[in-house]
């Protein structure tokens, strides 16, 4: 069965500082990635996806980036991060249907 | 517009009630359809999936879809206090993104 990782689980960061958060899938291959952000009050905010290995679609400028340099990996990173960075963010992936299924979150607080 | 418009609530339930949870759409392109359940601090759980109008059946949920309307529902028949979380709607077109409701959060009290 298909199983998704995210780590950390949990961050604080102080503003200014680098970010990389990692996104791992086992059990499928060649799956479309994506990343999430979930503000309170805000719902689900798509920020980049990937359908393949160095491919990857940015939905909203930011300060943010990603990169996919496996198959099954996804990273989030930043070099400065801002306060308004702060959120809980979602990776997920999704294989020939349309449905995605999540990873169990990395809640980002930026100080 | 937005695409995807979803109650807030917050709804409270007492044990046992039929709950009754509703989205609606406005781009008639869409034709895939999600609800989601996510716990507080949790990734969200994939509860449904379907792709046409009608209903769809899966234990104590029911996923209804009418296309004419741009309006889908998720009822769930005697509710537990476990059911107690926010419940996301998401829809598609052939495209790769979704798109989410805002969740209605869902209290079932003893």
């Known amino acids: 069965s298909q199983t998704i990782h995210q780590w950390p689980a949990t961050l604080v960061q102080p503003v200014g500082s680098p970010l990389s958060l990692e996104c791992t899938v086992e059990?499928?291959?060649?799956?479309?990635l994506y990343w999430y952000r979930q503000a309170a009050g805000r719902g689900l905010q798509l920020l980049f996806y990937?359908?393949?290995?160095?491919?990857i679609s940015s939905e909203v400028p930011q300060n943010l980036s990603a990169s996919r340099p496996q198959d099954r990996q996804f990273i989030l990173s930043s070099k400065k991060l801002l306060l308004s960075d702060s959120g809980f963010y979602l990776c997920?992936?999704?294989?020939?249907?349309?449905?995605?299924?999540f990873g169990p979150g990395t809640r980002l607080t930026v100080t | 517009q937005k695409e995807v418009e979803q109650d807030p609530g917050p709804l409270s339930v007492p044990e046992g009630a039929i709950v009754s949870l509703n989205c609606t759409y406005s781009?008639?392109?869409?034709?895939?359809f999600m609800w989601y359940r996510q716990y507080s601090r949790k990734g969200p759980e994939l509860l449904m999936y379907t792709y046409s109008s009608g209903n769809k059946e899966d234990g104590r949920f029911t996923a209804q879809v009418d296309k004419s309307s741009k309006y889908i529902s998720l009822f769930i028949r005697d509710s537990q206090p476990s059911d107690s979380a926010t419940y996301l709607c998401a829809i598609a077109n052939s495209g790769y993104a979704l798109n989410f409701g805002k969740g209605t959060s869902l209290l079932v009290t003893p």
């Open positions: 990937s359908v393949g290995i160095g491919q």
């Open positions: 059990g499928t291959s060649n799956p479309n």
């Open positions: 997920a992936w999704r294989s020939g249907t349309h449905e995605q299924y």
């Open positions: 781009n008639s392109a869409f034709q895939y």
